[in-house]
């Protein structure tokens, strides 16, 4: 029977269940839905996830926002002694360029791919993350690399609602993975699955890759896609910057321990 109430504090928002822990049996049919992942071996799974699902509609709209924003003292013309219609043309026109300029970083700015991890052999999660910063569309928006503990990843199911201007009432959903200091419920780092519409089989998918090897998944009907150098006429894609993990990490992820133990081995060998 599952706890009605959440076992990670904080809880992510829109909590609305916990999902099983890393070793335990899945509840989920394992799956995957569009895109495949980039890679699956017996070392390591890797995931793709994208910031945006629909990439590159945002950046033409914040071209018309920003296009607006030019040319908006010209269609209001000439306010005389008219300052409150002044300040209100120049409040407008920044308020455009404003959100023209952050909805252009927000669709150029991720990076072509947000990979995430599972390397089976080192029982590690090594994520790599984008972290806007919406409110400066002028500032550094930075990416991070980091490696966690297969044993302290938790995933929880949350569900979000609201309701548009017309009254159409709408709910979002999706799989976060949170990251708990070693022997405890506290929460230290989370992270969007973003695996479409089956997340809750996607975290079954990568708990039964981490339990039982890449054998005992479901074969996918797509193919791996290189993110990196994929053709692609979307310009928001082609801006966007490329996925450049830390070098070590990047090794690290890729490679079981006993490759590090024997080039050890050899090194201690040749000195002696």
Known sequence: MPNPLPLLNPPARGWRRDLPAPDAAPQATPGLSFPAPNHVDEIYLELPRSYLDVRGLVFWLSMVGLLYAVLLPFITGPFDNDR????MMVGCTFTCLWAGLVALRMDVSPPRDLPVRFNRQRRKMYVYEFEPIWWNPFARWPVRAVAY????????????????SGGV???KS????????????????RFQLRAKSAE?????YI???????????????????????????????LLA???KWPEEMDIESRTAPSIERVGIAMRIGTNT
């Open 84 to 87: 409150s219609g002044m300040l």
């Open 149 to 164: 503990d297969w044993n302290d990843v938790r995933a929880e199911a949350w569900s979000q609602g609201g309701a548009t």
């Open 169 to 171: 009432y709408f709910t």
């Open 174 to 189: 999706g799989v976060v993975l949170s990251v708990v200091k070693p022997g405890t419920n506290e929460v230290i780092d």
């Open 200 to 204: 809750e089989r996607a975290w079954a």
């Open 207 to 237: 708990c039964i890759y981490m339990q039982q090897g890449p054998q005992a998944l479901p074969r996918s009907k797509w193919k791996p896609r290189d993110w990196n150098n994929e053709p692609t006429l979307n310009l928001a894609r």
């Open 241 to 243: 910057p490329k996925v």
